[in-house]
């Protein structure tokens, strides 16, 4: 990866696990960021992030955490980043940049751009990158390198903020996307959050088949394994999503279960040219983005 070269001098993370804790790594491997203060509630998972060297002070309070902060990055359950914002901005200096990597945008942004005073800015973000695993000890350098990271900025944003987010992710290895905000939860809607509902419906189902008198997971291989790996996710972290994308989540679910319904209707019917043409659709689809 190209040094950047320091343009961050103090960044504030709050909510400092796998996506915040990544995103310092990088920076700091890219030579972009000075002094890195971490807030978390979890004191153990702070500390710890000192010690691996992830933050360089560890701090008291959002207001100990933010102040003088060049840039505040959020990185904390969706459902919460409005409030954070709000507990925070009392405490923000001129021209701080205030920006977040929360999978949902459209009410995180609305709300997070009422709250800024003058002089502050919000622009929001979402890297569309991720384990099943959370922490800081999951985080790690190349977590965002040849991912993409979409940016929603609205017609209030400024534009050296704008500027100045887009060039944060740029320096640790992402793609970076400008999008409208509704778009964006439409979008994720359908690559990631349904993706996690059918992960941890599948378990629930095949845990709770007591057709056979005894667990069926225990006889799980590696591609059910491999296909519901992200129902290992933060259970209250999808909770938040579920419930803030609503909207875009239940039309997902909805159009998933129309091709589900159209598949068993093939099973049944013993419709084998159909069910090779669906499976083949899929299959090429699936090899066109590999």
């Not at 990544?22 to 030579?31: D, K």
């Not at 691996?52 to 933010?66: H, N, Q, T």
């Not at 949902?104 to 709300?111: L, N, P, Q, R």
């Not at 999503?241 to 049944?268: K, Q, W």
Request: aromatic letters at 6%.
């Amino acid at each position: 990866m190209t040094m950047a070269g320091i343009f961050v001098n103090r960044l504030a993370v709050v909510g400092v696990g796998l996506i915040g804790g990544s995103l310092v790594r990088a920076l700091r491997r890219a030579g972009a960021v000075g002094e890195v203060v971490g807030v978390d509630l979890d004191r153990e998972n702070l500390l710890r992030a000192k010690q691996f060297g992830v933050v360089d002070r560890c701090a008291e309070s959002l207001a100990d955490g933010v102040g003088g902060a060049d840039l505040v990055f959020v990185s904390v359950p969706v459902c919460a980043i409005p409030s954070v914002v709000r507990d925070l901005v009392p405490h923000l200096a001129p021209g701080t940049i205030v920006t977040d990597g929360g999978s949902v945008k459209g009410e995180i942004v609305a709300a997070c751009e009422a709250l800024m005073p003058p002089g502050a800015h919000f622009v929001g973000g979402h890297p569309i990158a991720g384990t099943e695993h959370s922490g800081v000890e999951a985080s790690f350098a190349t977590l965002y390198e040849g991912k993409r990271c979409i940016v929603t900025p609205t017609s209030r944003t400024d534009a050296a903020a704008l500027e100045t987010v887009v060039r944060i992710w740029e320096a640790v290895g992402s793609e970076v996307v400008l999008m409208d905000a509704e778009k964006h939860d439409r979008l994720v809607a359908a690559i990631s959050h349904l993706p996690h509902m059918v992960a941890y419906a599948l378990v629930n189902a095949v845990e709770g088949y007591d057709r056979l008198g005894e667990g069926v997971l225990q006889y799980s291989a590696g591609g059910f394994r491999d296909f519901t790996r992200i129902a290992s996710s933060d259970p209250a972290m999808w909770r938040d999503i579920a419930l803030m994308n609503r909207e875009g989540v239940l039309e997902m679910m909805d159009h998933f279960a129309a091709y589900f319904a159209t598949l068993r209707a093939m099973v049944a019917a013993g419709d084998a040219d159909g069910l090779e043409r669906f499976f083949r659709e899929s299959k090429e689809s699936r090899d066109a983005i590999l």
